[in-house]
C-alpha cells in the first residue's frame, strides 16, 4: 500500500494542511486565510528562487496581504512545496488556477493526491470542472464562485481590493466521500476562510457567472476599456444587448433559468465594476492567454450542440482572435 492509499481518518483529515495550487491573487488569499496550515504548490523554478536545497520537500516565506482601504501590509508565514517533487498525501486542496491550466496542474500532482482528497475549483468560465470530474472520478470535486477583488504586486504579494463574497458548492461525490470529512472541509473553510456561504446546487450560479462573464469581459478587451465604460457608448452596450439576448436564448435552450433578466443584471454588474478592469482585459493586457475559450468559447461549443448559432458570440471572438486574443 503506498502512502497516498492508506485510508484517512476524521482527525487525520482535521489537522490535515490545506494546499493552494495556482499562486496568484486568489491562491495568495487563501493561502493567507488558512496560514499557518496551508501550503501553496509551485513550479520548481519558483521553488528554487525560495530554497538553496532542490531536495527540500517544503520551505517557509512570507506572504505579504493588505487591503487597499487600509494599506498596512500583514505578514504570515507561508510554505511551498515543489509541484513535483512533494510527495506526501494531499487531502484537502484548493485549486485556483486559470481554468485552461486545471487540468495539467492536477495531473502534474495526481500521485500525490489522497483518494479521498476533497479538491475544489475556483475558476471563472465552465468546461474545467466537467474535465476534472472525468479525469479524478474517486474524489470528491467542491466548486465554487467568488466576487472576491484581489490582485498581486509580486509573487505571494496580494493586495485584497474588493471584499467580496465565495459561495461553494458539491460538483461530484463518490463512494470515498465520507460524510464527516465533507463536514470538516466545509467548517474549516467557513472558520478560516474568507466569506463563504456553501449552498446544494452550485450549478445555477456557476451559469449565471458564466453568463455575465461572457458578456463582458472579452467586449472590454474588444474596447480596451474599463467595465464601466461599456455603458457609456451605445455602440458598446448594443453589443452587451446582443450578447446578453443570446445568452438568454442558450440557457433557456438548456433549460437554465436565471433569477433577473441578463441584460438588468450585467448592467447592475457593470455599474458596480465600472472602475475595474475584468480580469480578461488583465490577462490581455500582460500578454497571458485568457480564459474566453471556457467563457464564450464554451457557450458557443454547447450551443453547437443544440443546433444554435450565436452570431455575436461568433464575432466577437473572431474580431478578438484577429487581435491575437485567445
Ligand atoms: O468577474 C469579472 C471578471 O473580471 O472576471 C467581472 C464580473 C467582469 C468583474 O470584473
Given at each position: 500500500?503506498?502512502?497516498?492509499?492508506?485510508?484517512?481518518?476524521?482527525?487525520?483529515?482535521?489537522?490535515?494542511?490545506?494546499?493552494?495550487?495556482?499562486?496568484?491573487?486568489?491562491?495568495?488569499?487563501?493561502?493567507?486565510?488558512?496560514?499557518?496550515?496551508?501550503?501553496?504548490?509551485?513550479?520548481?523554478?519558483?521553488?528554487?528562487?525560495?530554497?538553496?536545497?532542490?531536495?527540500?520537500?517544503?520551505?517557509?516565506?512570507?506572504?505579504?496581504?493588505?487591503k487597499?482601504?487600509?494599506?498596512?501590509?500583514?505578514?504570515?508565514?507561508?510554505?511551498?512545496?515543489?509541484?513535483?517533487?512533494?510527495?506526501?498525501?494531499?487531502?484537502?486542496?484548493?485549486?485556483?488556477?486559470?481554468?485552461?491550466?486545471?487540468?495539467?496542474?492536477?495531473?502534474?500532482?495526481?500521485?500525490?493526491?489522497?483518494?479521498?482528497?476533497?479538491?475544489?475549483?475556483?475558476?471563472?468560465?465552465?468546461?474545467?470542472?466537467?474535465?476534472?470530474?472525468e479525469?479524478?472520478?474517486?474524489?470528491?470535486?467542491?466548486?465554487?464562485?467568488?466576487?472576491?477583488?484581489?490582485?498581486?504586486?509580486?509573487?505571494?504579494?496580494?493586495?485584497?481590493?474588493?471584499?467580496?463574497?465565495?459561495?461553494?458548492?458539491?460538483?461530484?461525490?463518490?463512494?470515498?466521500?465520507?460524510?464527516?470529512?465533507?463536514?470538516?472541509f466545509?467548517?474549516?473553510?467557513i472558520t478560516?476562510?474568507?466569506?463563504?456561504?456553501?449552498?446544494?446546487?452550485?450549478?445555477?450560479?456557476?451559469?449565471?457567472?458564466?453568463?455575465i462573464?461572457?458578456?463582458?469581459?472579452?467586449?472590454?478587451?474588444?474596447?480596451?476599456?474599463?467595465?464601466?465604460?461599456?455603458?457609456?457608448?451605445?455602440?458598446?452596450?448594443?453589443?452587451v444587448?446582443?450578447?446578453?439576448?443570446?445568452?438568454?436564448?442558450?440557457?433557456?435552450?438548456?433549460?437554465?433559468?436565471?433569477?433577473?433578466?441578463?441584460?438588468?443584471?450585467?448592467?447592475?454588474?457593470?455599474?458596480?465594476t465600472?472602475?475595474?478592469?475584468?480580469?480578461?482585459?488583465?490577462?490581455?493586457?500582460?500578454?497571458?492567454?485568457?480564459?474566453?475559450?471556457?467563457?464564450?468559447?464554451?457557450?458557443?461549443?454547447?450551443?453547437?450542440?443544440?443546433?444554435?448559432?450565436?452570431?455575436?458570440?461568433?464575432?466577437?471572438?473572431?474580431?478578438?482572435?484577429q487581435k491575437?486574443?485567445?
Amino acid at each position: 500500500m503506498t502512502k497516498t492509499n492508506v485510508p484517512s481518518s476524521p482527525e487525520h483529515f482535521q489537522t490535515a494542511p490545506w494546499f493552494i495550487l495556482g499562486g496568484g491573487a486568489m491562491g495568495c488569499l487563501w493561502a493567507y486565510d488558512l496560514a499557518p496550515n496551508s501550503i501553496i504548490l509551485v513550479k520548481p523554478e519558483r521553488y528554487l528562487q525560495y530554497t538553496n536545497d532542490p531536495s527540500t520537500a517544503l520551505t517557509a516565506t512570507k506572504l505579504s496581504y493588505q487591503k487597499t482601504s487600509q494599506n498596512i501590509p500583514c505578514i504570515r508565514e507561508c510554505r511551498l512545496a515543489n509541484i513535483r517533487s512533494y510527495s506526501s498525501p494531499i487531502l484537502k486542496l484548493i485549486v485556483t488556477t486559470k481554468a485552461q491550466d486545471t487540468l495539467s496542474a492536477l495531473t502534474a500532482i495526481q500521485h500525490t493526491l489522497h483518494p479521498q482528497a476533497h479538491i475544489l475549483l475556483l475558476q471563472n468560465g465552465m468546461g474545467s470542472q466537467q474535465a476534472v470530474k472525468e479525469q479524478f472520478p474517486m474524489h470528491t470535486l467542491w466548486c465554487g464562485s467568488t466576487t472576491q477583488g484581489a490582485y498581486t504586486t509580486d509573487f505571494l504579494h496580494v493586495v485584497h481590493a474588493g471584499l467580496g463574497q465565495t459561495t461553494i458548492g458539491p460538483w461530484h461525490t463518490s463512494s470515498d466521500t465520507h460524510p464527516h470529512f465533507s463536514a470538516i472541509f466545509q467548517q474549516q473553510l467557513i472558520t478560516y476562510g474568507q466569506q463563504v456561504t456553501f449552498i446544494n446546487e452550485i450549478q445555477p450560479l456557476l451559469w449565471q457567472k458564466l453568463a455575465i462573464n461572457a458578456c463582458i469581459n472579452g467586449l472590454t478587451v474588444l474596447f480596451e476599456c474599463k467595465n464601466g465604460e461599456l455603458l457609456t457608448s451605445p455602440n458598446r452596450l448594443k453589443w452587451v444587448e446582443k450578447l446578453c439576448q443570446e445568452t438568454e436564448q442558450f440557457l433557456d435552450n438548456k433549460q437554465i433559468a436565471l433569477t433577473t433578466p441578463l441584460f438588468q443584471h450585467v448592467c447592475h454588474v457593470l455599474k458596480q465594476t465600472a472602475e475595474n478592469y475584468s480580469s480578461t482585459y488583465m490577462d490581455a493586457t500582460h500578454q497571458r492567454p485568457t480564459e474566453l475559450m471556457y467563457i464564450n468559447g464554451f457557450i458557443l461549443s454547447e450551443a453547437k450542440q443544440l443546433g444554435l448559432l450565436l452570431p455575436s458570440h461568433t464575432a466577437l471572438m473572431v474580431q478578438l482572435a484577429q487581435k491575437g486574443i485567445f
